[in-house]
């Protein structure tokens, strides 16, 4: 989700003719203090980070004179905020604000379409417009084949009260937002807010937030968002890849490579109210069941890691060409840490002989590898868990055990379990696994 | 009767002459899916596993008029020129497997579907089945059994293939699973999903398996709170210790503005669906519904193509 900083946001802003302050981007409080000058008016200064509600957390401060606006960018370049480290500040005119709008237009999942929202608030987020005034509120439902028409913003200008000598101006600016950047840039998101009518008459996008489509970016390249440069190694690999990887926690002590995403977060869920920490979130499924060493091989440079888990429940992907990948990586990385392997799912019977012959290769090589699938009874190999019931579970408490943290079921207060429906799933297999006609099943029953 | 995916449906498969669009059709005929066609512009003439191959889908149309049904193995930047080729060829339902089509992309396909009274399920999903008649896709087989009793609506596959799994060996069966699949706009959302299987006679309760982003599971949940869907509703929704603003995994997978498990699990519980906690409490809410269990579905073997390559 290439989120633009602010700045980057008013370039390609400008670049399509809606009006923004003047001002520069400085990374140092010399710059600052020197743009400051050039402007030659009261400056505010905005920490640029991918992240709202920067007004709130103390990032932007202003200032009367060049020497005010040098201080204050010492005060903010290289501290954090909102979990991001500030590189740069934005040093622009303080306007002369008469009226705060906001514009906007966003994705509306229910009704499938851009959703474009305008009110005559400004100022706040729009959940508090939303709340605090509705009737300044309006929002169009814009098809996607015909797009936005000015008449629609401008009709909906006026629902939300703003004045009449201001309607053209504001529908046009609107429209703008809409073509020339939500639709041109493929956002996913794009605001206006405030969008200020300064004393002297002028509509000027006072903010700009502007978020593009990761998977429409083939056809943007000539945007390499800022954001991308403080990508770690491991962020840059899984990028140049193309394979999902969120760090979580750099420092945690382990990395889940999933497949697919439903899998990873409910481990992440399971690890977390355990009291564990995941380092990362990974999915290696769909497209990209083919890297699952090459994951492997990335994740073991997390600094903490005390052990791997793949977990995978394949469809799309295939369990025995993980199973594959991931053993032949194994043995050519030789990992000091444990590595737990949860193979199912289209090709598991492939999967299950993969790791009932690798196993034996691991343990003559002194490596640590415990594994599971769903029709395993743990009595495959030394190595080997009973899957069943268990297959989501075990790995998670064994991977929590393996880096010496107890594993303890520990859902929100509400969300409580239910021992009984467990216990009857339970019942129900041990019942009825040994009445079908396949042998694994059988087998299966005993230890269920 | 099931549902998107039925003893009527005579497909077509888009992308036949790809790795995975061919591996996948050897996989569903062997199921037992009626493919008559495959479409791949610039391969016509060929074949892929004996079903013939033309070059655009109006061709393969007119030769076989009896086709209701497309499954898309197209990468995602030509999904929505291949979708539309569909639509335009009057096709009435398409499924699309592709993950990472721009969502605005995604915007147009499903905007055009539903002028022209098409049914679209995905994009970003491995398909659906209704086990042992029909599967389009590239669902895990093995997890099914059938024909059941209860619908699975997923955003997911993995946690989804452990339910369905369980439902089946349990002896409920399942009546059609279907992946609506993690992108932020889908053709088939849970509400519009909820409906079709509570007009489908064979289904007695449906399962649904949720994520964090947006509010679907949500307008689920007003459906039910209406009576507009009268029958059983269990969920399991995950993603619920996800840090706000991370996507996680699914384009749609992520906390912003809204879109946090406890909405959505509250908002279910309140409108009476059964809320799970853990997948493996699955069989236990089921059979507290007092759904009987199939006894022949015991015994039959459970279909799956022998092919893994």
Not at chain 1, 155 to 167: C, D, F, H, S, Y
Not at chain 2, 88 to 98: R, S, T, V
Request: charged share 25%; hydrophobic share 40%.
């Amino acid at each position: 989700m290439p989120y633009l900083l602010e700045y980057e946001a008013k370039q390609i802003f400008r670049k399509e003719g809606l009006t923004t302050p003047e001002g520069e981007v400085a990374e140092t409080p010399e710059q600052a203090k020197s743009f400051a000058e050039r402007i030659g008016k009261p400056v505010v200064i905005k920490i640029q980070i991918p992240a709202g509600r920067r007004g709130r957390a103390g990032g932007v401060k202003f200032a009367e004179n060049p020497d005010e606006a040098g201080k204050a960018a010492r005060e903010l370049i290289g501290k954090e905020f909102l979990g991001h480290k500030v590189n740069k500040v934005l040093v622009e005119e303080k306007l002369d604000i008469k009226k705060e709008f906001y514009i906007g237009v966003v994705n509306d999942r229910a009704a499938k379409s851009p959703a474009v929202l305008i009110s005559s608030e400004g100022g706040m987020e729009i959940e508090e417009i939303t709340q605090k005034f509705p009737e300044k509120f309006a929002k169009i439902n814009v098809d996607i084949f015909k797009g936005l028409q000015v008449f629609q913003a401008r009709n909906a200008a006026r629902k939300v009260g703003i004045p009449t000598e201001l309607i053209n101006s504001v529908a046009n600016m609107v429209y703008n937002l809409y073509w020339r950047i939500y639709r041109k840039y493929d956002a996913t998101f794009t605001e206006i807010n405030p969008l200020c009518l300064t004393s002297d008459g002028k509509l000027i996008a006072a903010d700009a937030r502007l978020s593009i489509d990761d998977d429409a970016m083939f056809r943007h390249k000539e945007i390499i968002p800022e954001t991308e440069k403080y990508l770690n190694e491991r962020e840059k690999h899984a990028k140049e890849k193309g394979y999902v990887y969120v760090e979580l926690d750099p420092n945690a002590e382990i990395a889940c490579i999933s497949n697919g995403a439903g899998l990873g977060m409910s481990v992440m869920d399971y690890v977390n109210e355990a009291g564990g920490r995941l380092a990362c979130f990974m999915d290696v499924g769909g497209r990209f069941y083919e890297l699952a060493g090459d994951a492997l091989k990335m994740v073991l440079t997390l600094p903490n890691l005390k052990a791997v888990l793949f977990h995978v429940y394949a469809g799309l992907t295939r369990a025995n060409v993980i199973a594959k990948g991931v053993c032949e990586a194994i043995k050519e990385v030789k990992p000091k840490i444990p590595i737990f392997i949860q193979v199912s799912g289209t090709g598991e019977k492939g999967a299950i002989e993969i790791m009932k012959k690798e196993s034996e290769e691991f343990k003559k090589m002194g490596l640590t590898v415990e594994w599971c699938s769903h029709t395993v009874t743990g009595e495959e190999s030394p190595s080997s868990h009973k899957g069943g019931v268990d297959v989501i579970e075990t790995p998670v408490k064994r991977v929590l055990e393996l880096c010496g943290i107890k594993y303890k079921r520990n859902p929100p207060k509400w969300l409580p379990e239910h021992p009984e429906w467990e216990k009857t799933t339970r019942e129900i297999m041990r019942k009825t696994l040994p009445l079908r006609p396949e042998p694994e099943y059988k087998e299966l029953a005993k230890y269920e | 009767m099931t549902v998107f995916a039925t003893e009527k449906t005579v497909a077509l498969v888009q992308g036949i002459t790809g790795k995975e669009g061919a591996f996948r059709t050897k996989r569903m005929l062997e199921y037992g899916t009626k493919i008559v066609a495959g479409v791949t512009p610039g391969k016509g003439g060929q074949e892929v596993y004996g079903v013939p191959v033309y070059d655009s889908v109006e061709e393969a149309v007119k030769a076989h008029p009896e086709i209701n049904t497309a499954v898309q193995f197209v990468p995602a930047r030509l999904a929505k020129d291949a979708s539309f080729e569909v639509i335009e060829a009057g096709i009435k339902n398409l499924l699309i497997i592709a993950e990472g089509i721009p969502f605005q992309d995604t915007m147009e396909i499903v905007t055009m579907g539903k002028e022209k009274g098409v049914t679209i399920v995905g994009p970003n999903t491995s398909g659906v089945i209704s086990p042992p008649i029909c599967e389009l896709g590239a669902c895990c087989q093995s997890a099914f059994h059938g024909p059941g009793k209860i619908g699975v609506i997923s955003t997911t596959g993995s946690v989804q293939w452990y339910v369905s799994r369980l439902i089946s060996l349990g002896g409920w069966g399942v009546s059609t699973m279907m992946q609506i699949g993690g992108d932020p706009i889908r053709g088939t959302d849970f509400p519009e999903a909820l409906l079709m299987y509570e007009k489908d006679p064979q289904t007695e309760a449906m399962v649904i398996i949720g994520e964090i982003g947006g509010d679907s599971e949500i307008r689920a949940a007003d459906l039910i709170e209406r009576g507009e869907v009268k029958k059983p509703v269990i969920a399991y929704i995950y993603a619920r210790t996800a840090p706000p603003g991370k996507r996680l995994g699914h384009a749609g997978a992520i906390i912003e503005r809204g879109g946090g498990v406890e909405a959505k699990v509250k908002a279910l519980q309140k409108a009476g669906a059964i809320v799970i906690t853990y997948p493996w409490e699955i069989l236990g809410a089921i059979k507290e519904l007092g759904i009987k269990t199939i006894p022949e579905l015991f015994k039959t073997p459970i279909k799956e193509s022998k092919i893994e390559e």
